[in-house]
C-alpha cells in the first residue's frame, strides 16, 4: 500500500512478483526454488504472473493456450493478454491445460525461453504506465518438465488456495494506495487552485464535500484492507 501511495506502478510490480514468488515457494520442487530464490536475493531479479487470456479474462483458471506434452518437455503456444512487468521480470508464471485431462498446470517460465515475446505498445495505462501490462506471446515456447510448479494438474488448486487469496488482498492495498494518493492530490490542488480573489477552491464548502467524501473512502478502503482476516473456527462455529 505504501509503494502504490507513492507509486502505483512500483506497488503493482512488487504485489504480482510477492504473489508469483508465493507460488514459487509454495508449490515449487527445490531446485527450482534454489534457481529463482538466488535469482531474486543475489543479481534483484523479480517474478511476474502471466495468466490472463483475452478470452477467459478473470477466469484466469481457465486457459485456452496449448501445451503440447513430451517425455521431458512441454512445448506451449499462445497469447496471455495482461502480465505485468511484461519483458521485464525474469520469470513468467504461466497457467496451461494439463495432460491431466479438464486440469490446469502452473510452469515457470524463464525471460530467455526462446520464442517469448511482448507486444509493449499496446499498454497505455493511465497513471500506470511505467508497470507494462502488455500480452505475451509464447510461439512454440519449449519448457523442462522440471519447471512445472507442483503435481501435474494442480494448477487450479494452486490459484485457489495460493495464488488468489495474496493477490486480491494485494490488488486491494496496490489501489487504496492508488486512491489515497489521488486524495491527497486533490487536496493539494484544491489548496493552490487560488481565484483573483485570492480564495482558494478548498473554501468552498461544495468542493470540501468532495474531498472529504473521497478521502472517507480512501481511508475506509485502506482499513478495509488492513483488516485481519476473520478465523475459519469463528465463522463456521455450531451451536
Ligand atoms: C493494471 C492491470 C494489470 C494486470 N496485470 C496482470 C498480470 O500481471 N497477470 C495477469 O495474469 N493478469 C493481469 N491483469 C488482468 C486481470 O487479472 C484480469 O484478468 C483482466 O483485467 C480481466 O479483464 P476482462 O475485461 O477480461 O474481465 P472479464 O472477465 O470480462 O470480467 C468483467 C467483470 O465481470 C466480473 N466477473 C466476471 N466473472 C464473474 C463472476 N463469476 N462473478 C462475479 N463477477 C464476475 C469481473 O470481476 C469484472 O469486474 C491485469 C489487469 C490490469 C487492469
Not at 500500500?1 to 508469483?20: D, I, K, R, T, W
Not at 531479479?45 to 517425455?71: D, M, R
Request: one cysteine or more.
Amino acid at each position: 500500500m505504501a509503494f502504490a501511495e507513492a507509486n502505483p506502478s512500483a506497488g503493482l510490480c512488487y504485489m504480482m512478483h510477492n504473489v508469483a514468488l508465493m507460488c514459487v515457494l509454495t508449490y515449487g520442487s527445490d531446485e527450482l526454488k534454489q534457481q529463482i530464490c538466488s535469482d531474486v536475493l543475489n543479481d534483484g531479479k523479480f517474478l511476474a504472473l502471466a495468466y490472463s487470456e483475452l478470452g477467459s479474462g478473470t477466469h484466469f483458471y481457465n486457459p485456452q493456450i496449448h501445451a503440447e506434452f513430451a517425455s521431458e518437455h512441454v512445448i506451449l503456444d499462445g497469447v496471455k493478454s495482461m502480465v505485468t512487468s511484461a519483458g521485464q521480470a525474469s520469470w513468467y508464471l504461466v497457467l496451461a491445460p494439463s495432460a491431466e485431462n479438464g486440469k490446469v498446470d502452473n510452469w515457470a517460465v524463464p525471460l530467455s525461453a526462446a520464442g517469448l515475446s511482448f507486444d509493449n505498445n499496446t499498454w497505455q495505462g493511465m497513471g500506470m504506465r511505467p508497470n507494462i501490462s502488455c500480452p505475451m506471446k509464447l510461439d512454440n515456447v519449449q519448457v523442462s518438465m522440471l519447471n512445472r510448479l507442483g503435481v501435474a494438474g494442480s494448477g487450479a488448486e494452486q490459484v485457489f488456495s495460493v495464488v488468489a487469496p495474496f493477490f486480491v488482498t494485494g490488488l486491494a492495498a496496490v489501489y487504496s494506495g492508488v486512491c489515497l494518493s489521488l486524495s491527497h492530490a486533490a487536496n493539494e490542488h484544491a489548496k493552490s487552485r487560488k481565484y483573483p480573489d485570492a480564495q482558494p477552491l478548498s473554501h468552498i464548502e461544495t468542493v470540501q464535500t468532495h474531498l472529504a467524501n473521497i478521502y472517507t473512502r480512501a481511508i475506509a478502503a485502506k482499513s478495509l484492507t488492513w483488516l485481519p482476516p476473520t478465523p475459519p473456527q469463528m465463522c463456521c462455529k455450531r451451536s
